[in-house]
Structures are given as C-alpha cells and as structure tokens.
C-alpha cells in the first residue's frame, strides 16, 4: 500500500484515455477535469507523490458521487471506487471541527442505534406537522402508522429481508412490500437480529472506513446459517456483496455470495402471478444496481408482465443523490439531479407515469424533484393479484 492507502497497481492503471468523461455526472455538468475521473485520479498521483493533502485535493474527491459510472466505462479496468474510497477516507481526518461533530453524532451516534435513530425519527415526523422541516431539504412525508407497526419475522427463515437504518425508519412501507412479495413467492423471512441495524454503506462512502468494518462484522453476525440475504436498497446490498473485500477472509466472502439485491432474487424465483396494470414506469438505475451489482436487468424481468417499461436514453446516468451527497454537495446533486428529471420526462414523454427507483437514497432525492417513485418492491406488490396483503 501506498502513502495514502491506494493499491500502486490500481492507481497505475489509469492509461488517460479520457473514455470515461463522457460517463460521469460531475464533469457532464461542469466540463471540468478536475471533476472527472481522469482528473481525480491525476489528483491522487500528485498527492502520492507528495503535495500536500490541501483543500483544493479535499474538494476534487467530495464533489465526487461515488456512482461508479466511470468504473463501468473504463476500458482499463481501473477499479476507481476502491481508489475513491481510499482517497475519502483520507479527507475524512482533516475535516473541520463542526463537520466532525455533526459526522459523529450521524455516523457514531445514531445511524448503528436503531433505537435511537427510530426516536430522532418520531421527533422529525412532528417537526414536519408542525411544518418545522423545510421542503428544499427533500425528507420523505413520515408515516405515524408505519412507524407503529414493526414487521412480524417468520420462524425458520428461508430467505432474509436486510431492513437497515435509515429505511427502516422512513420507508418501511417498502420492507413491507418486499416482505408480501418474498411470502408470495413462498418465502419463510426472516429479520436482522440485534447489531444488524446498520450495514455500513454510508460510513464508506462518507470515508468511515473503520467503522464500517466494525459494522459488517455485526451485521454478519446478525444473520446467521446459509439462507440467501435478500436486500431492497442498491447501495446497501452493494456494500454488503463487497464485505468479502472490505473485511477479508473466507467467512466474510461466504457471506457476500449469500447477498441478493431483491429484484435478482425474485427473478431467479420467478415472480408470482401478476395482472398487467397498463401504468406507464420509467426505470431509473441506481448507480450501485447498475454499475456495482449489474442487476438492473432483473428490476425489468420482474415488473414487464404488469407494467409499461420506459427507458431513459441516458446511459443510466446518476440522480446525484450518492449517500449523503445530496446533503453535502447540494449544488452540484441539484444540477445533476435535472439532468436525470429531464432524461426521465422525455422518455415518458406526454404519459402519465411512475418511476420505479431501487434505492431510497435516489428516490427521495427523485421524489423531492416532484416526481412520484416507487420502489420495485411496492410496484411488484401492487400488481400481485392480492395486493391489498402488501401493507
Ligand atoms: S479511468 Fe479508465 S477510462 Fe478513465 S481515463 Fe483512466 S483508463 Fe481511461
Ligand atoms: S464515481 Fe461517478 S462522479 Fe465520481 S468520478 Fe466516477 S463517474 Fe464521476
């Protein structure tokens, strides 16, 4: 390992060709290289070789999403997201002291707390009757009812559902459909045990490194055997099929090979019968479906016998919404953001229509633009022939 902690044949495979700028949101709406990958990646080597860690370095790797588009386009195979995470990690230590705080009491404090985090959760769904919570900041409406009721595991698990942190908490309405589903396909499903609240996805991407290891060795733990470990949100279930190589060892590669994204696992199944809604959906991929998982393909196998697929012509271009990236760089997740709204109004064109989103960081980033989302989950049980069993 290097000086900052890069793999030397990893940050040496980068040949410039430049094949990637075109696949990456930040210098598409910049036309900057110091906001493409290319330039990133100049930025690492420089910093490798000895300038200082300064805050123009800091800015070129936060103003990155992380969405890995470039990844999927490189001809090279440079395996940007591990030099980008590395890279983060090191721009984690020398934020300013407010910054930390805030990272802390987010990272540490409440997101691995389930407790605590449903707890802040209840004090924000008042805050937002009391219409104390701005709109611009694009939080989903908080459900009181769903909130109440907890999701009853079954005995004897044959598949789990991987609920986490955040979702749990503000869409459970969507644990609830992919748990319908999961049933209807003849599932027996079980649930995290404690320690598995939170899989560790946000600290990585955020440059927690560490504890987001400390988090995949509870949430292994949490469930236990050899059934398949189903997961209805694209960045956790990415985070989680790579525990092998964030962790290392046998135990922590036999668990990641036991990790399906929930549209795959349907697939492989088969879904239940469905009646054909004749409702217009427009697919948004998520970055950590498409270009981490190569799973987009089993979101359209499950929904095409009752919905009408619509396409964006976009190349599965980023939302911007990219962990806290919405929240951090809100200017640029903005600007990225209307690139997305308008690829995905052109497809449906003068149809009425939902957009179907498999990760809830992008659809409450889609959502807060104005447009109506669901999960494939909700969609797929909504078109069950008994779908009234979904909530
Ligand atoms: S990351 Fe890959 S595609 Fe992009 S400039 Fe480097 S070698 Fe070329
Ligand atoms: S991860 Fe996404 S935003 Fe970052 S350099 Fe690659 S394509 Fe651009």
């Keep these: 390992m290097t000086r900052l902690g890069f793999d030397p044949d990893e940050l040496a495979a980068c040949v410039g060709c430049g094949l990637c700028l075109p696949h990456c949101p930040t210098y598409r709406v910049t036309g900057l290289e110091s906001a493409s ?5 100049t930025a690492m080597r420089v910093v490798e070789e000895g300038m200082p860690l300064d805050d123009a370095f800091s800015t070129v790797i936060d103003e990155c999403i992380l969405c890995r588009g470039c990844e999927a386009a490189c001809p090279s195979g440079v395996q940007y997201g591990h030099l980008a995470e590395a890279a983060r990690e090191r721009v984690a230590r020398r934020r300013p002291p407010m910054r930390r705080l805030v990272e ?3 990272f ?4 691995p707390r389930h407790s605590v985090l449903l707890a802040c959760t209840w004090l924000l769904l008042v805050a937002q009757r009391l219409h104390l919570v701005p709109a611009r900041l694009g939080l989903p409406r908080l459900s009181p009812r769903s909130l109440r009721t907890p999701i009853v595991p079954d005995g004897d698990p044959t598949a789990y559902l991987f609920t986490g942190c955040v979702m749990d908490a503000w869409q459970r309405d969507v644990h609830r459909a992919a748990v319908h589903v ?3 396909c003849g599932a027996q499903v079980g649930l995290p045990t404690a320690g ?7 600290h990585a991407h955020a440059g927690r490194v560490g504890e987001a290891r400390r988090l995949a060795r509870r949430v292994m733990a949490s469930m236990p055997g050899d059934a398949p470990i189903v997961v209805d949100s694209a960045g956790c279930g990415a985070a989680m099929k790579d525990y092998g190589r964030l962790l290392g ?3 922590a590669a036999a668990f990641s090979a036991r990790v399906q994204d929930f549209a795959e696992w349907v697939a492989a199944r088969g879904a239940p019968p469905l009646r054909d809604t004749g409702i217009t959906v427009v697919v948004q991929d998520p970055c950590h479906l498409r270009h ?3 799973a987009e393909g089993s979101v359209r196998t499950i929904l095409h016998d009752a919905y009408r697929l619509v396409e964006t012509d976009d190349d599965g271009m980023c ?3 990219g962990g806290a990236y919405a929240v951090t760089e809100r200017d640029l997740a903005t600007r990225v953001r209307d690139c997305k709204v308008a690829a995905i109004r052109a497809a449906a064109g003068a149809m009425p229509f939902l957009v179907a989103s498999a990760n809830p960081g992008c659809a409450m980033h889609l959502d807060a633009a104005g447009l109506d989302v669901r999960h494939p989950a909700e969609l797929l049980a909504a078109a069950l022939d008994d779908p009234k069993g979904a909530m």
């Excluded at 598995?196 to 946000?202: H, I, M, P, R, S």
């Design 37 to 41: 990958p290319r330039g990133r990646i």
């Design 104 to 106: 802390w009491v987010a």
């Design 108 to 111: 540490v404090a409440v997101l």
């Design 182 to 184: 999961m049933r209807s």
């Design 196 to 202: 598995g609240d939170c899989c560790g996805a946000l």
């Design 249 to 251: 060892g046998p135990a």
């Design 292 to 294: 981490v998982q190569h």
């Design 319 to 321: 939302c911007g919404a």
